[in-house]
Each structure stands twice: as structure tokens, then as C-alpha cells.
């Protein structure tokens, strides 16, 4: 089975833009979660969706926003970027969001 | 509010000796309790849950809830051990995962 997949690896952009990242759960996984990692404030949840509706959300301000399809497969978003936006994005996808979750290799965003 | 605290940012052992890797937690209600481990270059992965009771790779880890504790040990370390290791809680029902800060183990030959 293909792992969870995550594109772009790898995005620069500056303050002011806008960003997609796009996640690509495990086959048959319906529940996708996202994290933000930083060295300053390590792992911190996101939100969570299932069946293309959020379920659980972080403390996160409105410019951090996402979705579900009905492949499972998840985009988020954040608009206006910060300079403090840059971090390491993972997201993670399980069967029905109360099993193991299964990371990605992450999407690093540098904000210029 | 849901906290995991991980106290040591950095550890240190030989080869062969006792590994413990702390994580204590705040919650009131009853917590799930996880070790995940990113070895280099590879991704966050699950080591083992509290609800499964195994010992994965050589390590274990009990919870003891008057303690609010959840340590990870290992008797005899091997260098292929050295990884970030984190401390994650969720609350029943909830797919939302507190993570600690990290513990970088390095095992020394």
C-alpha cells in the first residue's frame, strides 16, 4: 500500500501570498488530520476532516483554512502568509479517525 | 486544557545501558496515551499506544494515571535507536493529537 503522499515538498513563497498544500491519504483511509511543526512550538494540531466535513479544529486564526474531497484527499490553505507561517506542514491519514494515523513526508514552507 | 510534557529536549546514552525517555501529561478525563519516533530522514511514525500493552522494538512504556505519566524505556539501547522521539495524548473521541516537544535520544557506540 502507498503511504500518505504530500505535494509540493518543498515552497517558497513571500509575505502576503497565498498557499495550497495538497494531501494524499493511505487507500481506503476516509479521516485526514494536518499539523504545523516548528522548532519553537514543536507539533501542533490543525484540524481534522472525515467524509469532507471538519471535524476537530486547532487554534489556528481563519487564515488557515482546508477541505476534503470526496476521494479523501485534503488541501489546505493559508492566505495572507506570515513570515511565522514558515514550518514544516505533515498531515496524517487514518481509516475512520480513531486508529493509527499514518504521517506524510510533510510540505516545508518558507515565507520570505 | 490538554498539555504533554517531554522534559528533556536532548539524551544521551551508551550502547547497552537503560534507556528511560519521560512524558507527563495534564488532562482530566482519561487520556490515550502514544510514542511516536522519527528516525532521520524517515517520517513520524507510531512506536506504540498505551491501550495495546506491547512492547515494540524493545520498549515499553505504562501509564500511570496518578502520576499522569507515560515513560518510555528500553533496558539495553542500540544505536539504531537514536531518533526524535515524541509523547502524544488524545482525548477519547477526538482525532486530535497533543504532541510533546520531542526527545532527541542519541545512542553512542
Known amino acids: 500500500k502507498a503511504g500518505v503522499t504530500q505535494t509540493p515538498r518543498y515552497l517558497i513563497k513571500t509575505r502576503g501570498q497565498q498557499v495550497t498544500l495538497s494531501c494524499s491519504p493511505i487507500s481506503g483511509h476516509r479521516s485526514v488530520s494536518w499539523y504545523q511543526q516548528t522548532p519553537g512550538q514543536g507539533l501542533q494540531f490543525l484540524f481534522e476532516?472525515?467524509?469532507?466535513?471538519?471535524?476537530n479544529k486547532g487554534n489556528f486564526p481563519g487564515r488557515f483554512s482546508g477541505r476534503q474531497f470526496s476521494n479523501s484527499r485534503s488541501e489546505m490553505n493559508v492566505s495572507t502568509l506570515e513570515l511565522g507561517d514558515s514550518a514544516l506542514y505533515l498531515c496524517a491519514s487514518s481509516l475512520d479517525g480513531h486508529n493509527e494515523q499514518f504521517f506524510g513526508p510533510g510540505t516545508r514552507l518558507t515565507v520570505l | 486544557a490538554q498539555r504533554v510534557t517531554q522534559p528533556e529536549k536532548l539524551l544521551s546514552v551508551f550502547k547497552g545501558a537503560p534507556v528511560e525517555l519521560k512524558c507527563n501529561y495534564s488532562?482530566?478525563?482519561?487520556?490515550?496515551l502514544f510514542w511516536y519516533v522519527q528516525y532521520s530522514r524517515q517520517r513520524l511514525q507510531l512506536l506504540l499506544r498505551?491501550?495495546s500493552r506491547e512492547s515494540i522494538k524493545g520498549f515499553t512504556a505504562d501509564l500511570n494515571k496518578g502520576e499522569t505519566s507515560f515513560h518510555l524505556k528500553k533496558p539495553f539501547a542500540q544505536e539504531e535507536d537514536s531518533a526524535m522521539y515524541y509523547c502524544?495524548?488524545?482525548?477519547?473521541?477526538?482525532?486530535?493529537?497533543?504532541f510533546g516537544k520531542g526527545t532527541k535520544l542519541t545512542v553512542n557506540p
Open positions: 488532562y482530566s478525563g482519561s487520556p490515550e
Open positions: 502524544a495524548l488524545k482525548r477519547s473521541g477526538s482525532e486530535k493529537l497533543v
Open positions: 476532516y472525515f467524509s469532507e466535513t471538519q471535524r
Open positions: 498505551h491501550i
